[in-house]
């Protein structure tokens, strides 16, 4: 059974990076059968995909963050992690880590999470 | 950017059945995915690619797609079905969320 497990501080400060880590256990994150994402979630409210990333390190963004976030691998130690630069109150949210199943079935991109970690929250606040 | 919209509650007696839409343009030439939430807890994946379930989801869940909706239902819904379901879509190297519906078993 594969289980995702967030880490990092809980608290930031405005303008500053946010650094989170997701260890992955019971599932290799090399396989060439996944990819890895983050998804947040301010309270209250939806669901935000983040990124993703694969084994070789060749990550995808969303548009609307791409230009404060960076999403890296770690093989060695089976962890991917997640930074955000020049937060602000509105990054403030519970963040997930997840297992991603992507391929093309039929000629359409089939693209699921099927694995979560818990999350971790954190606040931005000075 | 592309969109999928849900309504955000829904409301159904115990043992009835309940559908949960989700609209988007041309939303039958994507594969859709649902999610359960439950407070506090992490989204758990109900079902995928339109209208596959995953080990261990009942069968009373189904899921279809066709041309601007997709819908989740459930049939003989219970207590424990009471949560935030999530649509999911990819589009144009992106992943969308619809807003997410509340489920309430009366």
């Known amino acids: 059974q594969v289980q995702l497990q967030e880490s990092g501080p809980g608290l930031v400060k405005p303008s500053q990076t946010l650094s989170l880590t997701c260890t992955v256990s019971?599932?290799?994150?090399?396989?060439?059968?996944?990819?890895w994402s983050w998804i947040r979630q301010p309270a209250g409210k939806g669901l935000e995909w983040i990124g993703d990333i694969y084994t070789s390190g060749t990550a995808s963004y969303n548009p609307s963050l791409k230009s404060r976030v960076t999403i890296s691998v770690d093989t060695s130690k089976n962890q991917f992690s997640l930074k955000v630069n020049s937060v602000t109150a509105a990054d403030t949210a519970v963040y997930h880590c997840?297992?991603?199943?992507?391929?093309?079935?039929?000629?359409?991109?089939?693209?699921?999470?099927?694995?979560w970690g818990q999350g971790t929250l954190v606040t931005v606040s000075s | 950017s592309y969109e999928l919209t849900q309504p955000p509650s829904v409301s159904v007696s115990p043992g009835q059945t309940a559908n949960i839409t989700c609209s988007g343009d041309?939303?039958?030439?994507?594969?859709v995915c649902w999610y359960q939430q439950k407070p506090g807890q992490a989204p758990v994946l109900v079902m995928y690619?339109?209208?596959e379930r995953p080990s261990g989801i009942p069968e009373r869940f189904s899921g279809s797609n066709s041309e601007n909706t997709a819908t989740l239902t459930v049939r003989g819904t219970q207590a424990m079905d009471e949560a935030d379901y999530y649509c999911?879509?990819?589009?144009?190297?992106?992943?969308?969320f619809g807003g997410g519906t509340k489920l309430t078993v009366l």
């Open positions: 041309k939303l039958k030439n994507k594969y």
């Open positions: 997840a297992r991603v199943r992507r391929q093309l079935v039929g000629g359409h991109p089939l693209y699921y999470f099927d694995y």
């Open positions: 690619q339109d209208s």
């Open positions: 019971g599932g290799s994150i090399s396989s060439s059968t996944y990819y």
């Open positions: 999911q879509a990819w589009d144009t190297s992106t992943v969308v």
